[in-house]
C-alpha cells in the first residue's frame, strides 16, 4: 500500500478544530507542537514556567493573552545538570504540589526511547508536555545543525503532539546573522524545527529594547511583537511574574533582588560546608552562582571567617 492510500483522507473526515480549541494561550501556546526559543539566559525557562503557573492556575490571562484552557498537570523533560532544582524554585509554592511531573531526559539513542515516553505520557494524560530543552536531549553524536537531526527530533516528538497532548519545546536561537535569526526560523535547527511547529516563541533580551516576546503563528490573528518584563513574586524562591509592558504606564517598583555575594554568603553560612579555607569555598560555590573563582574569592575573603570550626561573618567595619 502507499502512503496516500494509508493516510490520505478527505476533506469531511478532517475533524474541525476551532480557533479556541487550537491554544492553550491565544496567540501564543499551541494545543500541538510549539517552540520556545532564544539566546542562552534570555528567561526561557523563566517563561515555561510563567506559561505553566498560568495554566495550572486557571489565571484570566498570561502577557495580555487570554488563557483559554486550564490545566490540572503539566509534564516537564529536563536535560540540564539542576534544572530539576531551579524548576523548583520557580514554581514550588505557585502551584499546587502535585500538578508538575519532573523526569530526566537521556536519549541513549535507541529507537524505543522516544515512544516509550509517548505511551508514558498518553496514561498520564497531562495537559501539556514540556521538553527543556531541545539541545540536551539529542542522542549521542547528533548535531542540531544538521536537518537530518532536526527532522528526526521533530519525527520523535510529533506522535505525542498527534496524541492530543499539546507539546513545548524549549531551545536556543544560533549566534550571529546566519540562518535562524528571523521569527519564522529563529530555533538552532532554522526552518526543519519551525516547520513541524504549529507556532514558534522566540524570547528576546537585548539591552536596548529589553525583553520582547515575538511569534509566527499557524492559525494566530496576529504574529506579537511585544515588549515583557519579568520579576519575582513577593514570596520565597524564584516564582517569575511575567507582564506586557505598556508604554506610558508608570509601574510599579519592585524590590532589588538580593546581589548574588550576599545571597551566597547567607547560602554559606547556612550550609557550614566543610572547606575550611576562602580559596576552597570560592572553587566549591563559583559554579553555582556562574562566576569564576578569582572573582568570587574577594567577595568571600571580604565578608567570611573560619573560627572555631564554623564560617561566621565578619563584623562590619567603621568607615
Known amino acids: 500500500m502507499g502512503a496516500i492510500k494509508d493516510k490520505g483522507r478527505q476533506l469531511h473526515q478532517i475533524e474541525h478544530v476551532p480557533y479556541e480549541d487550537a491554544f492553550l494561550i491565544g496567540d501564543l501556546l499551541s494545543t500541538r507542537i510549539t517552540t520556545l526559543s532564544g539566546e542562552p539566559k534570555a528567561g526561557k525557562t523563566l517563561f515555561a514556567a510563567g506559561m505553566g503557573i498560568a495554566l495550572i492556575n486557571g489565571e484570566k490571562e498570561f502577557i495580555g493573552q487570554p488563557v ?7 509534564v516537564f523533560g529536563l536535560t540540564d ?11 514550588h509554592g505557585a502551584v ?11 536519549d541513549p539513542g535507541h529507537s524505543g526511547y522516544w515512544p516509550g515516553i509517548r505511551d508514558d505520557l498518553i496514561d498520564m494524560k497531562p495537559g501539556l508536555f514540556v521538553l527543556d530543552n531541545i539541545l540536551g536531549a539529542l542522542a549521542p ?8 537531526t532536526a527532522q528526526r527530533i521533530m519525527r520523535s516528538l510529533k506522535p505525542i503532539s498527534e496524541a492530543g497532548i499539546p507539546t513545548l519545546l524549549v531551545t536556543h536561537t544560533p549566534k550571529g546573522n546566519a540562518e535562524g535569526m528571523s521569527t519564522a526560523s529563529s530555533p538552532i535547527g532554522g526552518r526543519a524545527i519551525a516547520a513541524g511547529s504549529r507556532a514558534v516563541i522566540t524570547l528576546r533580551n537585548s539591552g536596548k529594547q529589553g525583553r520582547r516576546v515575538q511569534t509566527a503563528i499557524n492559525r494566530g490573528t496576529e504574529d506579537l511583537n511585544v515588549p515583557v518584563t519579568v520579576s519575582c513574586a513577593a514570596t520565597d524562591g524564584e516564582i517569575p511574574v511575567w507582564e506586557r509592558d505598556t508604554p506610558g504606564l508608570k509601574t510599579v517598583s519592585l524590590p532589588k533582588p538580593t546581589p548574588w555575594d550576599e545571597a551566597l554568603i547567607a547560602r554559606i553560612l547556612e ?31 571580604a565578608a567570611l571567617a573560619h573560627i572555631d570550626g564554623i564560617w561566621v561573618r565578619k563584623p562590619a567595619t567603621a568607615a
Do not use: N, W
Open 81 to 91: 545538570d539542576g534544572a530539576p532544582e531551579e524548576l523548583r524554585e520557580r514554581m
Open 271 to 301: 550550609e557550614q560546608p566543610r572547606e575550611t579555607t576562602i580559596k576552597a569555598l570560592a572553587g566549591k560555590y563559583a559554579p553555582a552562582v556562574d562566576k569564576r573563582p578569582e572573582t568570587v574569592r574577594p567577595k568571600l575573603s
Open 96 to 106: 499546587p504540589g502535585d500538578s508538575v511531573t519532573i523526569f530526566p531526559v537521556e
Open 68 to 74: 483559554r484552557r486550564k490545566l490540572d498537570h503539566i
Open 141 to 148: 553524536g547528533e548535531d542540531i545543525s544538521s536537518p537530518v
